[in-house]
C-alpha cells in the first residue's frame, strides 16, 4: 500500500513539474531570443543592453515563472498575456490600441451578437498579447528618457540602467511568444477547426514544439543570430506588431503539417528545425526592432501637463474671497 501511495506521489510531482515547465519557447529560446537581440543593439543605444545580455537574456523566461499555480492570482492575472486568438477579433479592424477600449469594444460585441460564439467572447479568453507587448515597450521607452535626463544633466544612469535591462528582458518574453504561432490562434493545441487535412486534435501538439525539444535542437547546434540584422524603427509600434502577430497566424497549418509528418520527434526534422530558427530569428529580429524604436522615440520629450479648465462659472471665485468666506462669523 505504502508502495503504491509513494508511485501516487511520484507520478503526481511529475504532472505538476511538467505544468510548470510547459512554457513557450521553453527557457532555453526565450533567453536566447533575448540574447541574440542584446548582442546585435547599434552603437547609439545605451550599451548595458549588450554589457548585461546575460541578464536581459534571464528575463526572458520571467513571465513564465508567474504561471505556476501557486501564485494563483498572479498566474491568472497576467495568463491571457501570452497569447490572442486573432480569429475571434477578425471584426475589429483595426484593434484599438488601449486595452480597456479592446475590452469594451468584446464586451458590446456581446450585446449586440448574443449567438456569437458566446463562450468564447470574453476578452481574458481572446488573449491580450499586443496590449502586453506595447504596455512594456512604453515602460522601457519612459526608462530611455530618463536615461537622456540622466546623461544630459550629468547624472548617473545606473538606476535607470536597471529598468531598462529589466523591461527590455521583460519585453522580449511576450515578443518571442509573438512568433510562435500557436500563440495566434484558437487551434492552439489541437485542430478545432473544420479539419480536412485530419491535424491532430490531440492537446499536445503545443507541448511537442516548444517544450524541451527548443533546448535540445539549439543545444545541437541550431542558430539564429544570421537572420537577425540591423534594427529598424517602426512607424507604428502597436499596428506593427498587430501585423506582426498575422503574420505568425498565417503559419499555423505549416505547424500541424509538421506535426503531422513527426516534424517534432526527437530532436526534430531538418525542416521542422529550419521552421523554429526561423520564428526564433523573427522574434528577435521584431525585439530588436522594439529595443531601437523605444529609444528613438524617447528622445521626443512629451508635451508639457496642462491642468484642466474650469467648467463652472460659480466656482470661479479667486482663493483668497473663498478664505475669507470660510472664516468662522464672530459672536455678537
Known amino acids: 500500500m505504502r508502495k503504491n501511495i509513494g508511485r501516487v506521489v511520484i507520478v503526481a510531482v511529475l504532472v505538476a513539474l511538467a505544468t510548470t515547465i510547459a512554457v513557450s519557447w521553453g527557457n532555453e529560446g526565450h533567453m536566447a531570443v533575448n540574447k541574440i537581440a542584446a548582442q546585435k543593439i547599434p552603437a547609439e543605444m545605451p550599451q548595458v543592453l549588450k554589457q548585461q545580455a546575460d541578464y536581459v537574456s534571464y528575463n526572458g523566461p520571467e513571465p513564465d515563472r508567474w504561471r505556476d499555480r501557486t501564485e494563483s492570482t498572479l498566474k491568472w492575472a497576467q495568463e491571457p498575456d501570452h497569447f490572442m486568438d486573432m480569429e475571434y477579433v477578425e471584426w475589429l479592424k483595426p484593434l484599438p490600441t488601449d486595452r480597456f477600449r479592446f475590452i469594451r469594444a468584446i464586451y458590446e460585441r456581446r450585446a449586440s451578437h448574443p449567438n456569437d460564439n458566446p463562450e468564447m467572447m470574453y476578452p481574458e479568453k481572446i488573449g491580450f498579447q499586443p496590449y502586453a507587448t506595447i504596455e512594456i515597450y512604453d515602460k522601457l521607452k519612459v526608462s530611455f ?188
Open 145 to 332: 528618457r530618463e536615461y537622456r535626463k540622466a546623461k544630459k544633466e550629468g547624472r548617473s544612469t545606473a538606476d535607470t540602467e536597471r529598468n531598462i535591462t529589466y523591461y527590455a528582458g521583460w519585453l522580449g518574453h511576450y515578443v518571442a511568444d509573438g512568433a510562435n504561432p500557436l500563440h495566434t490562434t484558437k487551434n492552439y493545441n489541437g485542430w478545432v477547426d473544420p479539419n480536412p487535412n485530419g491535424y491532430t486534435t490531440e492537446k499536445d501538439i503545443h507541448w511537442k514544439m516548444e517544450g524541451p525539444l527548443i533546448g535540445r535542437i539549439l543545444a545541437d547546434g541550431v542558430k539564429f543570430d544570421d537572420l537577425v540584422g540591423a534594427p529598424k524603427k517602426l512607424d507604428k509600434p502597436f499596428e506593427d506588431y498587430v501585423a506582426y502577430l498575422l503574420e505568425s497566424k498565417t503559419k499555423v497549418e505549416d505547424v500541424y503539417k509538421l506535426e503531422k509528418a513527426c516534424g517534432f520527434e526527437g530532436n526534430a526534422t531538418p525542416e521542422a528545425r529550419e521552421f523554429l530558427r526561423r520564428q526564433l530569428g523573427r522574434g528577435a529580429q521584431m525585439l530588436l526592432n522594439l529595443w531601437y524604436t523605444a529609444w528613438v522615440e524617447s528622445a521626443v520629450e512629451p508635451p508639457a501637463y496642462v491642468p484642466p479648465k474650469r467648467e463652472s462659472k460659480a466656482d470661479a471665485r479667486p482663493c483668497a474671497q473663498k478664505t475669507a468666506a470660510a472664516q468662522p462669523v464672530g459672536k455678537k
